[in-house]
């Protein structure tokens, strides 16, 4: 199982990034995926869910309204589209795929939002 997280970089308030995370070694349709964060001497907290199929999709209270999860089957690919971001959302964001018996985790990737 690998997860492959992609797209962090350093962006000014109020303005968006795209991540994206490759997961290979397993069947990818057949499972929830999420996005992680964890921030510099913070705990890693949940961003955002998605089901197997994308019909539902969960988010954290700090992100509603401007983060977007989606995900591509055919792809093996899922996406975290972040709006307006924030100076609060700099951290490093991890993939995780929800097996039955497993938990696989990506190796992340860095956003910092700063002027």
């Known amino acids: 199982v690998q997860l492959v997280e992609s797209g962090g970089g350093l962006v000014q308030p109020g303005e968006s990034l795209r991540i994206s995370c490759v997961a290979s070694?397993?069947?990818?349709?057949?499972?929830?995926m999420s996005w992680y964060r964890q921030a510099p001497g913070k705990e890693r907290e949940l961003v955002a869910t998605i089901t197997r199929i994308g019909g539902d999709t969960n988010y954290a209270e700090a992100v509603k309204g401007r983060f977007t999860i989606s995900r591509d089957n055919a792809k093996n690919t899922v996406y975290l589209q972040m709006n307006n971001l924030k100076s609060e959302d700099t951290a490093v964001y991890l993939c995780?795929?929800?097996?039955?018996?497993?938990?696989?985790w990506g190796q992340g990737t860095q956003v910092t939002v700063s002027s």
């Open positions: 995780r795929a929800q097996g039955p018996t497993w938990v696989a």
């Open positions: 070694g397993f069947t990818f349709s057949n499972y929830v």
